[in-house]
């Protein structure tokens, strides 16, 4: 492979080496258990090795089936809340057009992608309506559980739509169901024959990016999809290593963990780079939902550089210093752009003419590291060599592996999410209750 995921750690007096050195007995323990399949959540470690044991056959049928939805659709419409989303959305972002939401405009043969039922919002069903239109449409409902509202509410009015234009039999070929053993999504896909890809049951949503759930959208796509699964397997056997020092994942978990423990409670994700908006996202559900529970968790947020320099630069400079930033650095791109002269040099920047904005980009990521070490912010820094298919696999299980050790250092379990049924509850209650009144 072209390059490393590389991390490194700007001590800056923050952290002595004598306590990474005492953390290290508590992530050998923690890898042990892990490893072994005894903690808490272990019902839910299919991912750990998942990029192992994905059959071929799977990534064949998943191959099959995005080039049958090539063909026919002008527009696929994949519906999915939380880790039934927020992968596929990450990568389409990160590996496609800035602008096109497929490859590119040129490689674009294949259906524009649009996504549904991550919210409740009538304005945004609305437009994306209008949007699509009379094209041809496909769509992949994806819900482990079958039962989320929103992406159940979503695929009704989409079920509606497609019955309503190519009739119940042809509309049927039109719909893909992604979802868990059993559930009611995966009860009506059989009844009415859709496709359907499994989520297994050992793999949580939100580490599920590598499974059908991200991959159907990604080969829609045209991203190489075997590229991210063998970006993975290398991430799989890298970050098994058991010392933190030859294992950046659990090298990252430990710092992060010293940190929690000196009150810094707020992990920033500082990216420099538009396209990782929504691996930003993918990552704060990741350890939002991992982390964050029996009163405990470092807050996981996100920075888009250099745009957020002018809005929470400030904060993070200067603010209360309960904060500690993660800085995504991408190392290089193919899409290069030369600063232009001007002849009267009225900006009085000249003296970059000829350089990159690359160059530019670099030097503010450094600038800003510094200030912000010296501004009394601890800084970590994870430099990605560049944007393939592979290195997102990797990365992708770069930070899964770290969230796992960082959830067993924190002593939580890292694979549930009760909280989560909390506004769930209330909300069903509300709905039910103001119906009945009308
Ligand atoms: O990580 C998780 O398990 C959750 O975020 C789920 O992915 C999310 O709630 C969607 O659930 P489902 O796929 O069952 O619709």
Not at 19 to 41: C, D, I, N, W
Not at 149 to 161: C, D, G, H, S, V
Not at 417 to 433: C, D, H, I, T
Request: aromatic content about 12%.
């Amino acid at each position: 492979m072209n390059g490393e995921i590389k991390f490194a750690y700007d001590s800056g007096g923050f952290v002595q080496e004598h306590e990474l050195q005492a953390f290290e007995t508590q992530v050998r323990a923690a890898h042990e258990v892990l490893h072994s399949y005894e903690g808490l959540g272990r019902e839910y470690l299919g991912w750990l090795d998942w990029p192992l044991h994905c059959s071929r056959d799977e990534i064949d049928k998943i191959l099959h089936v995005a080039a049958e939805i090539r063909k026919r659709a002008e527009v696929f419409v994949v519906i999915g809340i939380g880790g039934s989303y927020l992968g596929a959305r990450s990568a389409l972002e990160l590996l496609g057009h800035t602008f096109f939401n497929n490859l590119s405009q040129e490689k674009r043969r294949g259906p524009q992608i649009f996504f549904a039922g991550n919210n409740l919002s009538s304005r945004y069903l609305t437009h994306l309506l209008e949007i699509i239109g009379e094209k041809e449409l496909v769509i992949n409902v994806i819900s482990k559980s079958g039962t989320t509202l929103e992406p159940a509410l979503a695929f009704r009015f989409f079920k509606t739509i497609l019955e309503k234009r190519y009739g119940k039999r042809r509309a049927r070929e039109r719909i893909i169901a992604t979802t868990g053993e059993k559930g009611a999504l995966r009860n009506l896909a059989r009844q009415e024959g859709y496709e359907i890809f499994p989520v297994p049951g050992d793999i949580g949503g939100r580490y599920s990016v590598l499974t059908a759930v991200g991959l159907l959208p990604l080969a829609v796509a045209g991203i190489d999809i075997m590229g991210i699964m063998s970006g993975a397997r290398r991430g799989c056997r890298l970050y098994s290593e058991e010392r933190p020092a030859d294992n950046p994942a659990y090298r990252y978990a430990m710092l992060r963990q010293i940190l929690y423990r000196k009150g810094k409670v707020i992990e920033l994700l500082a990216s420099y780079e538009p396209s990782f908006y929504y691996f930003t996202e993918w990552w704060k559900q990741l350890f939002g939902e991992s982390e964050g529970k029996d009163q405990k968790g470092i807050l996981p947020a996100g920075l888009n550089f250099t745009t957020d320099l002018h809005s929470l630069g400030q904060f993070v400079q200067d603010g209360y210093r309960n904060i500690f930033v993660t800085t995504l650095w991408l190392e290089k791109t193919p899409e290069e752009q030369e600063i232009p002269p001007l002849a009267e040099d009225i900006d009085g920047l000249n003296f970059l003419a000829g350089k990159t904005l690359q160059f530019v980009n670099k030097n503010a990521c450094t600038g800003t590291m510094r200030a912000h070490s010296d501004g009394g912010v601890p800084n970590l820094k994870i430099t990605i060599p560049e944007l393939t298919p592979r290195v997102y696999g990797q990365l992708v299980y770069f930070f899964e592996k770290a969230c796992a050790m960082s959830g067993y250092l924190l002593g939580v379990n890292p694979f549930d999410q009760p909280g989560v049924e909390a506004y769930k509850k209330n909300m069903f209650e509300l709905l039910r209750s103001n119906n009945r009144e009308g």
